[in-house]
């Protein structure tokens, strides 16, 4: 097996003075997020002495393919990809409504092909922050909401197996949504979704060629119901 190169791709934001807004849009980015953590956890407890409260850790596996817009001729879309998550949910149910955030890491894999140049792999490290909303219909849930996204790390794979770190190519938070249906089984909840960007990603590809770049996600999730 041949082995891969990494490398960190060189760009014009290595001097202090350009490098200080792209970290303090990340930490405002933080910051909003710790602040939409805080609300939803006060709603929680005050809802709580109401509301049946479960919690618990979550895994999920993720089908994504990056959908491309504007892109020339000479670019296409690749095959869907395999990618995970790890973290929590909770869920607190109200007369049949459910109110269910969870917090996870993500990561996605995706990729495009460029004619007669070859295959491109990205792979995205995310903190996603889905929020789902929904009611049960006997032992079903319909469920659907947004996903909000920090970006920390993005790498892509050259067609000959040198992997850039092109962090700075990517917008460093997303939006999107989720929707799909899931099922309880004793201690087990199920969901399986369909999860879609709502803002792009970024435009660059590579040789100069620029798409407008969004992610699609099937989700399959388990988790399980400490409380």
Not at 13 to 41: N, R
Not at 146 to 161: A, C, D, H, I, M
Not at 176 to 195: N, T
């Amino acid at each position: 097996m041949a082995e891969k190169n990494i490398v960190n791709l060189p760009d014009d934001d290595q001097e202090f003075p350009k490098v200080l807004p792209w970290g303090f849009f990340l930490v405002k980015s933080q910051s909003k997020m710790k602040k939409l953590l805080t609300l939803l956890i006060l709603f929680v407890s005050i809802t709580g002495a109401y509301a049946q409260i479960n919690f618990g850790p979550r895994v999920t596996l993720l089908q994504s393919r990056l959908s491309l817009k504007n892109e020339a001729a000479v670019v296409s879309e690749a095959d869907p990809a395999t990618g995970y998550q790890l973290g929590a949910f909770m869920r607190a149910k109200l007369f049949g409504l459910i109110l269910q955030p969870e917090l996870l890491y993500t990561q996605s894999k995706s990729g495009f092909n460029i004619e007669g140049v070859g295959s491109y792999k990205l792979e995205l490290d995310k903190i996603d922050l889905p929020i789902m909303i929904g009611y049960e219909l006997g032992p079903v849930r319909l469920q659907g909401g947004p996903v909000f996204s920090l970006v920390t790390e993005s790498k892509r794979e050259q067609p000959n197996g040198t992997v850039l770190f092109v962090r700075n190519e990517y917008s460093s938070t997303s939006v999107g949504y989720q929707g799909g249906v899931g099922i309880d089984l004793w201690k087990f909840a199920i969901d399986i979704k369909y999860e879609r960007d709502l803002t792009n990603l970024g435009d660059n590809l590579d040789r100069g060629l620029q798409a407008k770049q969004r992610q699609n996600h099937f989700v399959f999730a388990l988790g399980y119901k400490i409380l």
